[in-house]
Structure formats: structure tokens, C-alpha cells
């Protein structure tokens, strides 16, 4: 049989995909020798570009509304609705909504529900009568048009996911502090600003469930000291506001692991605010105007550096972590 010559070009290419492929190789080997104990992957953390493998912020992507599905017709919201009462599921994502249906809300047929999916449509405003679905677990409501959430969501005792990212609201409720059960809570790309954010939001029944609230995208100028209550909070996430200081109360989350203030205003950390976050390994700054080297000689810096090295030795032994950078806390 013929074999077809193979031409310059194509040698030379396969030449340096090869060459490339040992030269990614050798480069991942010798950071996993090293025990390198720096940032993870561009992609993952260091530019807020992307979700990280771990669900990482992901500030300027998140901002940016969806383009609106065109409007669903009435007969299919209303089917939609009807299967509700059976299924527990409320599917009104991308329907072109500029309001909820009034048959959503029937304490009868939807106290029973168990999620609630109105992402993606035109609402400016979520009716009082939402305080029926007692039994709602998760409520989704990003890429809408809210301004203003009903106090009536205090009621909604058994919620453990609320999402409201890419909206309009300018302030939170403090009756959110009543939900005793809620896990998440998505903040992130709104009108946030100041006196946005009540100082006993973060207190109540809600101080013991919270383990992710994501505030990022704002134009958050102060935070309040409450957030110091929320004892089982795991992730913070507020880049991208205007911030000049973080409330020294947060140094008292001893669960607290991932902490993202990058592209704020702040010049230091409080004293000691590292030594009581004995769980942190994740700590992102880029973007303010903090001193690297006071950073590493605050009280409980080397601690955190240490558990910031098992986190990403686990991850190059689980092979889940790419390019690092070098950089502490993303700053220079």
C-alpha cells in the first residue's frame, strides 16, 4: 500500500504539540514536588473571570443580565401552574413574566410547593401573597426586575435556597432574618448601596443556618457588623462594591473558609481579624489598596497560609487545579 508524505508543516506541528504537552507535564510535576502553597488557576480565582471548580465568585460574569426569552403563551403558564399542585415544582423560568399569576399564589393548591423558578422573566415586584408557599425550600428569582422584596418572604420558614442575582433591589428586607433554614443566599448584581442591608438582617433564626451569602456586584460602601453572627456562614462573597473596610465581627466566623473582597477600597485588615477564622484557606484581595507585605504580618497569617497549602495539595492530588498563581491573595 501508499503512504501519503507527510509535509513540513504538519511535522512541525505535531513537533510542538508534543513538545507542549511535556512542557505542561513537567510544569504540573514540579508544582506538585514543590507543595506549592500559592492561588489557584487564572480561570478558578485569581481574575474573577469564571466559576471556580468549587463554586468561587465570579463577580463580572454574574453581572451581566440575560437577554430576555420572548414571552411564553398564557395557555402554557397556565398549564404550568395546574401541574404545580401536583409536581411541587413551579417552572416558570424564561416565561416573559411581568407579573406572577394569581393562581401561583392559591393557598389550597400551592402551600405544598416545594421550588419555585421565576428566573428570567420581567417581574419588578413579587406579591405578599408568595407568604403561602410555607413549605418552599427553594425560591429562584435571578435575571428579573425586582426592586423591592414582600416582607411576607419571613414567612417562608422551610426556604434553604433563595437566589436574586441580577436584579434591581436596593434594600433586603429584615425579615429575612427569620428564615430559620436558609443555606444560600445570592445577593450578587444589584442596586445594593447604603443602608441597604438592616444590621439585624443578619440576626435572628438566620444567624444559625446561613452558609453562603454572595453580595459581590453592588455598591456596597459599609457592611454590617451582624454578619459576625452568622456562626455556620462558610463563604462571603462581597467583590465588586465600594467597601473601605471589612467589620472586625467577621474575624469571629470560625467556620467561615472562603472570604472574596477583591475590587473594593480597603486599605488593611483589622487587627487580628485573621487569628478567630481558624477555618479560612481562601482568601481574595486583588484589586484594593492593601500592602502585601502588612498582610503577612498581620497575627494569624502564617496559620492561614498553612491551611491555604493543604487545600491545594489536596486539589493537585485530586488533579483538579490548573495554572497557579503566584501572587498572595491575588495582590502583587
Known amino acids: 500500500f501508499w503512504l501519503k508524505p507527510l509535509s513540513v508543516h504538519h511535522c512541525v506541528l505535531t513537533l510542538s504539540t508534543q513538545l507542549f504537552a511535556e512542557i505542561f507535564f513537567v510544569s504540573g510535576l514540579a508544582a506538585k514536588i514543590m507543595g506549592c502553597s500559592c492561588a489557584k488557576s487564572t480561570a478558578v480565582e485569581a481574575a474573577h473571570l469564571q466559576p471556580s471548580s468549587d463554586g468561587g465568585a465570579s463577580a463580572s460574569k454574574k453581572g451581566k443580565q440575560q437577554k430576555k426569552a420572548p414571552a411564553v403563551p398564557a395557555?402554557?403558564?397556565?398549564k404550568k401552574v395546574a401541574q404545580a399542585s401536583s409536581t411541587?415544582?413551579?417552572?416558570?423560568?424564561d416565561?416573559?413574566?411581568?407579573?406572577l399569576p394569581s393562581e401561583a399564589t392559591d393557598a389550597e393548591k400551592m402551600s405544598a410547593l416545594r421550588t419555585a423558578d421565576l428566573s428570567g422573566n420581567s417581574l419588578k415586584s413579587l406579591t405578599?401573597?408568595?407568604?403561602?408557599?410555607?413549605?418552599?425550600?427553594?425560591?429562584?428569582c435571578s435575571d428579573n426586575l425586582l426592586s423591592e422584596l414582600p416582607t411576607g418572604l419571613g414567612k417562608l420558614v422551610s426556604l434553604q435556597k433563595l437566589e436574586l442575582s441580577r436584579n434591581q433591589l436596593r434594600i433586603i428586607p429584615v425579615e429575612l432574618g427569620q428564615l430559620g433554614k436558609l443555606k444560600t443566599l445570592q445577593l450578587d448584581s444589584n442596586s445594593l448601596a447604603k443602608n441597604a442591608l438592616p444590621d439585624d438582617t443578619f440576626r435572628g433564626p438566620l444567624s444559625?443556618?446561613?452558609?453562603e451569602l454572595d453580595l459581590s456586584s453592588n455598591a456596597l460602601e459599609e457592611l454590617p457588623s451582624s454578619l459576625?453572627?452568622?456562626?455556620?456562614?462558610?463563604?462571603?462573597?462581597v467583590a465588586q462594591n465600594r467597601l473601605s473596610a471589612l467589620p472586625g465581627p467577621i474575624g469571629r466566623l470560625s467556620k467561615l473558609?472562603?472570604?472574596?473582597?477583591?475590587?473594593?477600597?480597603?486599605?488593611?485588615?483589622?487587627?487580628?481579624?485573621?487569628?478567630?477564622?481558624?477555618?479560612l484557606s481562601e482568601l481574595w484581595l486583588k484589586g484594593n489598596p492593601m500592602d502585601r507585605l502588612k498582610l503577612q504580618e498581620l497575627p494569624g497569617f502564617d496559620s492561614f497560609l498553612e491551611r491555604r497549602k493543604q487545600r491545594l495539595d489536596a486539589k493537585i492530588e485530586a488533579n483538579v487545579v490548573g495554572r497557579v498563581d503566584l501572587t498572595v491573595c491575588g495582590l502583587d
Not at 128 to 140: K, N, P, Y
Not at 228 to 237: P, T
Open 75 to 78: 395557555a402554557v403558564v397556565a
Open 88 to 93: 411541587r415544582v413551579l417552572a416558570l423560568r
Open 95 to 99: 416565561c416573559g413574566l411581568k407579573q
Open 128 to 140: 405578599e401573597a408568595c407568604s403561602v408557599w410555607t413549605g418552599l425550600q427553594t425560591l429562584l
Open 208 to 211: 444559625e443556618s446561613l452558609e
Open 228 to 237: 459576625g453572627e452568622l456562626k455556620c456562614l462558610q463563604r462571603l462573597i
Open 257 to 279: 473558609q472562603h472570604l472574596d473582597a477583591a475590587d473594593n477600597q480597603i486599605p488593611a485588615l483589622p487587627d487580628n481579624f485573621l487569628l478567630g477564622l481558624t477555618a
